[in-house]
């Protein structure tokens, strides 16, 4: 069963549009972690963001923020006024802690392609 | 401080053959983590070293792929031989610490195609 879900596959926006993208994890640890990361054309994939289970607040950083309830499982991503440069395929990873799993293993979604037009 | 570097950044090569993959984690990292992904899906995890040790390999399809980390340094990722659906991007990461929620800094990776 797939623990991270991304069901958007393609989303298409205007520039300074807001987006959300939906991210949805299942797992039966309490401590876990969850991550947003990011992959440019380039390729490489940036880390954005991580954040535990025990901690429920929202995070913003300039014009992302994080939405993260534990009652729906979910940690959604949101870009306000979006621009060009954050056309990417976005990761959302969940990192579990029980008794025998392994240390920091990423369990990634399928991403979503965000495409910003001018 | 340099990044991940992942060598090379692409190879085509025909079934059968051989291709091995380098990944230099930052250096002071202890884990260095490889994962794939095949077109379409999501990225999944092969295996994770601590230093030179093999934490998990779990995740490595067959025994045509082969990971080796010695002194602890850089690794290297062999496919011998390649089989068509070994085709995919091989990506390397690396974190320090020991917890499971440290941010894994990754590469650019490795377009791998099988013809």
């Known amino acids: 069963a797939q623990k991270v879900t991304q069901a958007q596959t393609e989303i298409s926006v205007v520039e300074k549009e807001d987006v959300t993208l939906d991210c949805v994890y299942e797992?039966?640890?309490?401590?876990?972690?969850l991550f947003w990361y990011k992959q440019p054309p380039s390729g490489e994939l940036v880390f954005l963001i991580r954040?535990?289970?025990?901690?429920?607040q929202n995070e913003i950083s300039g014009r992302y923020s994080w939405n993260f309830q534990k009652s729906t499982s979910s940690f959604n991503f949101t870009i306000t006024a979006s621009q060009v440069v954050d056309s990417a395929v976005y990761f959302c990873a969940l990192s579990e802690a029980h008794r025998g799993s392994t240390l920091g293993r990423l369990y990634f979604g399928r991403g979503t392609q965000l495409t910003v037009w001018p | 401080e340099a990044g991940v570097t992942q060598f090379p950044s692409h190879s085509v090569i025909e079934k059968g053959q051989t291709v091995t993959l380098r990944c230099d984690p930052i250096?002071?990292?202890?884990?260095l983590y490889w994962y794939r992904r095949v077109m379409g899906k999501e990225i999944k995890f092969l295996l994770h070293f601590v230093k030179e040790s093999k934490q998990d390999e779990s995740g490595m399809p067959n025994n045509r792929f082969l990971a080796e980390r010695t002194g602890g340094t850089y690794s290297t990722l062999k496919v011998q031989p390649a089989e068509l659906e070994d085709s995919g991007v091989y990506f390397c990461?690396?974190?320090?610490?020991?917890?499971?929620?440290?941010?894994?800094?990754f590469g650019d990776g490795t377009r791998l195609s099988i013809l």
């Open positions: 250096s002071g990292h202890d884990n």
């Open positions: 990461a690396s974190s320090q610490g020991t917890g499971y929620n440290q941010p894994q800094h």
């Open positions: 954040r535990n289970s025990f901690d429920e």
């Open positions: 797992t039966r640890d309490t401590t876990y972690y």
